[in-house]
């Protein structure tokens, strides 16, 4: 590419490596497949750190993130960083965890320095899926990289060359590999009969930019005769005979007639100003000339020309000269010029793996990186697909991401069990037939489970063996990013339960054994081995693992624009004996031998990228360890999540309704429960029941309270109408008592009768219960269910309840079974009792004044009695001490019914 400043820069001697070609170039001999290491653009994530120091340059911490500081710079009090700052926040006093965090941000700096030898910053730290795995380049070629520091050499294996594993493969000791274990392979597109190849190396067929562009049929020649013409200055290079001039004329003045061709032949060359300093010595009684009167020394940066132009005349000149960019895009070709000339070595939709010779004999693998992929379900062979549709076929995206809310209403799902029929769903069924139901039902967020590429449909999808790919079975890449597109449509946020705890076993399709090392991806031994689940350990402490599970977040948001993450069980992660211990809160538990410190720092790792380069993006911790700070800002010595999930609650309700008498609940048990820890209740998430109630032989809430009850069951009335109530009452208490978040599972709004089952030898290989019943909608008590539901979400949606502070929880009586509390204007009253009614109960209220009924769960609109009179839906508050309180409400109060109360008017006293 022939612009003013490298044509100014070549002109005093400086060489330029494209004017020698290496033997093992393509452009020396055609093959269907090349090997080597671009020279002009090797990638970050492989660099080395003499590398990095050379040529890059110099930033301030402020540029590169959190980059190592000098000794001048200001001290991390100074920067608002206090590694034990969310312990005297809150009053801690415990030495030996302050000293854990203390350690853990000193191994953090050390962390990140260690990631800034081999990367800018932490930005580019996380954009590995930019270069690793395969990308079709700007020229006439697709690029392949990958991690294998256990291989010997690597191939691309496909139907499109007849898997043939050693045919131009990338070999040890060859470009094709550098010292971090990355292997790089190009494979050419092939030139059609009686085409030629490119005359030069920056003609450029695109198969992308500019696609529907034709050849101009305009050459080279005609271009830059056009160019000399109308653009150089007399004196200035000029492209003669397939050649620049100038740096060709200089080439041979320094290396003679016979120069070396390629870069074996080459010598060592002195270094830029040695070079400049020698030829101006040369030319020291040469007469003036043309050219601008101006010193160019290399430094490595990417501008040379730093001196001053001592005439204003030139200098002036030189302000206002451009690159002859009009002259250079004639040269480009869009992809009708390409699809004349070339056929895809790799067409879109072939079948490929990646081939490895290593010390133990030859492997054949689905690439760590594939963004899609056919397990080897059904006894078939797995293998990757190239998905690179034409870019007239591409998906488009037509929406933007809705802006982040106060509140959040999840939906959870499931796509493959989402369809009435006994079959796996596909993501364009649900986007045509669950998208709407979902956003009728009032939530403003659904949550996926099983998205991401798993072999074993039985897993639900928690054993990931490919974590780049959305899962085949429900379809393209394109069908996601489509379902996507209409959920953001619908004003609807897109989470991802992602599972970077652990990894399926699998070596074809996973990761276990990827290059024959046992410890490539995952710890070795026992620690490597999941202890009940059979699952693999990621090897957190690895910056290879760590630009691998860090790239994989940000692929998700860059290419399918989720909005947040559910980070699935992180106690699996946190430490060595995988969460299966018991906790008791003592802080020691949290900072002894048996907390994994490279699973802390990965997660701080992720909450930091994540949030600095998504603003808006949503991070959702769960774990059941109740690990101090998960949603402290990583700043204060926090691990910086948005949301933590309350997981004690659904299994108090199941536990309530299995084991315990109606009559013999605690309202104090319930109250404690569903509050959690007061100090972080702003973040909490909470749910009733989550689709873990209801798989691997668990039940829903519905399926406990009236799943076997039908006409034929003695007092089958009784029993439905106790279900329904608790069912509503249940729902309403755990949506509002706590917390800015709920999350519900698809279903489960309308009383779902029956558990989830995924198809498994047990079942005979059944999709009897892998499927949601959604005709029960049209009648009868889910029906009415879901009535409820779409008001307890309109609830929110109007009165903004989850968004509010913390209640003034003022009533909780144990005899009377009744639960009464404040939040903001709201009074919430609930009265469990299974018989006991009450004509006035008494609760207290903050303020006087006439408070009107704005959601009865006994309406027969409901499935209620519909036992209050109209009458009583506005009342006024008496001037009588209760509850602590100065003043009261005297509420109808039936069993097993709530009600919920809106101050409508103040009354001044």
């Not at 854990?100 to 954009?127: G, P, Q, T, V, Y």
């Amino acid at each position: 590419m022939k612009m003013a400043s490298l044509l100014l820069h070549s002109r005093l001697c400086v060489f330029s490596a494209p004017y020698v070609t290496s033997s093992n170039s393509p452009r020396g001999k055609c093959h269907e497949f090349s090997v080597q290491l671009p020279r002009k653009t090797r990638p970050m994530a492989v660099r080395s750190t003499a590398e990095h120091s050379q040529q890059q340059p110099q930033q301030s911490s402020e540029e590169r993130g959190t980059k190592k500081k000098s000794k001048g710079s200001t001290s991390d009090a100074e920067k608002g960083i206090d590694p034990v700052g969310f312990l005297t926040k809150l009053g801690i006093s415990h030495k030996a965890f302050a000293q854990f965090l203390r350690e853990r941000h000193k191994a953090m700096k050390d962390l990140k320095d260690e990631i800034f030898n081999r990367h800018l910053n932490l930005k580019e730290m996380a954009s590995g899926f930019e270069i690793l795995g395969m990308h079709r380049h700007v020229e006439h070629r697709v690029d392949y990289m990958e991690w294998a520091p256990g291989a010997r050499y690597s191939a691309i294996v496909g139907d499109f060359n007849a898997w043939s594993p050693t045919e131009n493969c990338a070999r040890e000791g060859q470009f094709g590999h550098d010292d971090y274990g990355y292997w790089f392979v190009i494979l050419e597109d092939k030139l059609r009969e009686g085409e030629k190849p490119d005359e030069l190396y920056f003609q450029q067929y695109n198969y992308v930019d500019d696609y529907d562009k034709g050849d101009s049929g305009i050459t080279i020649e005609e271009i830059y005769k056009k160019a000399n013409d109308e653009y150089w200055e007399p004196g200035e290079d000029r492209f003669i005979k397939n050649r620049f001039e100038l740096p060709a004329k200089l080439y041979e003045q320094w290396f003679g007639p016979n120069s070396p061709q390629t870069y074996e032949e080459l010598e060592p060359i002195p270094d830029a100003e040695t070079r400049y300093k020698a030829w101006k010595e040369q030319h020291k009684d040469d007469p003036p000339g043309n050219l601008p009167p101006l010193d160019v020394i290399d430094s490595g940066k990417e501008y040379d020309i730093y001196n001053v132009i001592i005439d204003p005349i030139w200098r002036e000149k030189f302000a206002a000269k451009r690159p002859p960019i009009p002259y250079w895009l004639e040269t480009r070709k869009g992809r009708k010029a390409w699809l004349k000339k070339y056929t895809p070595t790799i067409p879109h939709g072939s079948k490929y793996r990646v081939y490895f010779n290593t010390p133990s004999g030859p492997l054949e693998r689905i690439p760590a990186w594939a963004t899609y992929v056919r397990p080897d379900a059904e006894g078939n062979q797995a293998y990757a697909i190239h998905w690179e549709p034409p870019p007239e076929m591409a998906y488009k995206w037509k929406h933007s991401s809705p802006n982040k809310p106060k509140s959040l209403r999840i939906y959870e799902c499931h796509v493959g069990i989402s369809s009435s029929e006994p079959k796996i769903s596909s993501f364009n069924e649900f986007t045509e037939n669950v998208l709407p139901h979902i956003k009728n039902a009032g939530y403003n967020a659904i949550q996926l489970i099983g998205a991401v590429e798993h072999k074993d449909y039985f897993t639900v999808g928690y054993r990931v063996t490919n974590l780049y790919a959305v899962s085949s079975r429900f379809g393209t890449p394109d069908d996601f990013k489509r379902l996507v597109d209409e959920a953001h449509g619908l004003g609807l946020l897109v989470f991802l339960d992602i599972v970077h705890s652990y990894s399926a076993p699998d070596e074809m399709v996973g990761l276990a054994l990827f290059d024959g090392s046992n410890d490539c991806y995952f710890h070795s031994g026992k620690r490597g081995q999941h202890k009940y689940w059979g699952t693999r350990m990621f090897k957190y402490g690895d910056p290879d693992v760590l630009h691998y599970l860090l790239s994989n977040l940000n692929w998700w948001i860059v290419e399918y624009h989720v909005d947040g993450f559910q980070f699935h069980s992180l106690s699996s992660m946190m430490y060595t004996h995988n969460g299966f211990a018991s906790f008791t809160g003592d802080l020691d538990e949290y900072c002894n031998q048996y907390v994994d410190r490279d699973a802390l720092l990965y997660l701080i790792l992720a909450n930091d990228i994540l949030h600095a380069l998504h603003p808006n993006i949503i991070t959702i911790a769960e774990d059941t360890s109740a690990y101090p700070g998960l949603c402290e800002p990583t700043s204060q010595g926090g691990l910086g999540f948005d949301y933590y999930i309350n997981l004690s609650v659904a299994g108090m309700w199941s536990s309530l309704l299995e084991n315990t008498p109606d009559q013999e609940w605690s309202m104090t048990k319930i109250v404690s429960t569903l509050v959690g820890n007061k100090q972080y209740a702003d973040k909490m998430l909470t749910y009733a029941e989550n689709h873990n109630q209801s798989i691997s032989g668990g039940k829903s809430l519905a399926e406990i309270l009236f799943g076997k009850v039908n006409e034929q069951s003695p007092d089958s009335e009784g029993l439905i109408l106790r279900g329904c109530s608790l069912h509503r009452m249940i729902r309403l208490i755990t949506f509002t008592i706590c917390g800015h978040a709920f999350l519900n599972f698809m279903g489960n709004e309308f009383g779902h009768p029956e558990r989830v089952e995924f198809p498994m030898s047990s079942n005979n290989f059944s999709f009897a219960l892998a499927t949601r019943q959604w005709e029960l909608l049209e009648t009868g008590l889910h029906q009415n269910l879901f009535s409820f539901e779409k008001d307890m979400m309109k609830l929110d949606e109007t009165e903004r309840v989850l968004s509010r502070s913390f209640p003034n929880i003022h009533h909780v009586d144990d005899s009377t079974m009744v639960i009464s509390y404040i939040r903001g204007p709201l009074l919430f009253v609930f009265n469990f009792h299974p018989t006991e009614s009450h004509e006035k109960y008494t609760v207290g209220v903050e303020e006087a004044g006439e408070y009107q009924l704005i959601l009865n769960t006994d309406e027969k609109v409901y499935g209620g009695q519909g036992l209050i009179d109209g009458n009583y839906y506005r009342q006024r508050t008496i001037s009588k001490r209760a509850d602590g309180l100065r003043n009261c409400l005297e509420v109808p109060l039936p069993n097993r019914t709530a009600q919920v109360y809106k101050l409508k008017r103040i009354l001044r006293i």
